[in-house]
Nanobody, 126 residues
Framework: QVQLVESGGGLVQAGGSLRLSCAAS????????MGWFRQAPGKEREFVAI????????YYADSLKGRFTISRDNAKSTVYLQMNNLKPEDTAVYYC???????????????????WGQGTQVTVSS
């Protein structure tokens, strides 16, 4: 089992930045590729980014490339999502997920992630 706890969400003006954190516990952190998803009201959970077990391979949703950066610190069992130049359409609950795989292949679907955090709200005002 893996337990995940997100933090770092909040209210920010358009053009601002936030860094989300997701602390993992319960299993050796390096056995999991980690991902970020988001879900806006009335919409399905949407893929944001994924990072492999060692942190040297990442993959992003096309619409977010260049603004969002995923990273991980295996010594701290934590994955991060740096979000820059935020837009009102980025408003959502952001979820951290862990895969039962070290790899990013086929990791853009929420059903590939058996473990989830409780989510953290990000609100971007115009």
């Amino acid at each position: 089992q893996v337990q995940l706890v997100e933090s770092g969400g909040g209210l920010v003006q358009a053009g601002g930045s936030l860094r989300l954190s997701c602390a993992a516990s319960g299993r050796t952190f390096t056995t999991n590729a980690m991902g970020w998803f988001r879900q806006a009201p009335g919409k399905e959970r949407e893929f944001v980014a994924i990072i492999n077990w060692s942190g040297d391979i990442t993959y992003y949703a096309d619409s977010l490339k260049g603004r969002f950066t995923i990273s991980r610190d295996n010594a701290k069992s934590t994955v991060y999502l740096q979000m820059n130049n935020l837009k009102p359409e980025d408003t959502a609950v952001y979820y951290c997920g862990a895969r039962n795989s070290r790899l990013v292949v086929d990791g853009t679907s929420a059903n590939q992630f058996p473990y989830w955090g409780q989510g953290t709200q990000v609100t971007v005002s115009s």
